[in-house]
């Protein structure tokens, strides 16, 4: 998705972002994320992103291994920011928007802030390399990937589009396979951090592979 606004490292993006808590939700650099909102908080944290020109957006997973409140859970320490690159109104008071991810983020600290949604100080210097698009793709196991996604989509009884998984460049597959994948939180919090594609494919293909192998032992339909 090509986005009007061009990021060539961490001092192009805010030092100060809007964060969307939301389990199971990965964004990565380049990846394009769907999103459905409609509570208000999230609506003027919309309206306010629009409003101050850098339609973007921090996606973060609570911390579930430490809860903290209900109403507000402690957040993992990394997430991806993203450019709101598309944005429709339904019509009955909800935005269906779509998020391109331009890099990840480490949280500094969560600020004290009047608005209903959270916002956070983050710092993009540890992620430098999410600026260089198709970073590290010549080291990208893809026959690994390919088999086992392959196994995956046998054993739960699924196709796939695979014209364009064979035309699609290693980052563009292993970043979209990871953003789709039914896995736990945890596991999409590893695939987020780790620190370059080659390993977020090692990854994905572990993660897939343990699935396999338990259902193999337990006879149910994995990932599910």
Request: hydrophobic share 40%.
């Amino acid at each position: 998705m090509p986005m009007n606004a061009i990021y060539r490292g961490p001092a192009d993006l805010p030092g100060t972002i809007p964060v969307f808590p939301l389990p199971g939700a990965l964004l990565l650099p380049r990846g394009q994320m769907p999103l459905n909102i409609f509570e208000p908080r999230y609506l003027a944290m919309v309206d306010d992103s629009l409003r101050d020109g850098h339609r973007l957006i921090g996606m973060i997973q609570p911390d579930s291994s430490h809860p903290g409140p209900e109403s507000r859970p402690n957040l993992y320490k990394v997430g991806c920011v993203g450019r709101i690159t598309q944005l429709s109104e339904t019509g009955d008071g909800r935005y269906l928007l779509q998020l391109t991810g331009v890099a990840r983020f480490r949280v500094e600290q969560e600020l004290n802030v009047s608005t209903a949604y959270r916002q956070c100080e983050v710092t993009y210097a540890p992620f430098a390399d999410d600026f260089i698009a198709r970073k590290g793709e010549e080291d990208v196991d893809r026959k690994a990937v390919l088999d086992a996604l392959t196994a995956f989509l046998k054993a739960n009884n699924l196709k796939a589009d695979w014209e364009g998984i064979e035309n699609a460049p290693n980052e563009a597959l292993v970043n979209a396979l990871a953003m789709m994948s039914p896995y736990d939180p945890a596991e999409k919090q590893a695939m987020l951090e780790a620190p370059n594609l080659k390993t977020r494919a090692e990854i994905l293909v572990a993660v897939t592979e343990i699935g396999l192998a338990k259902t193999k032992t337990n006879g149910e339909t994995p990932l599910q």
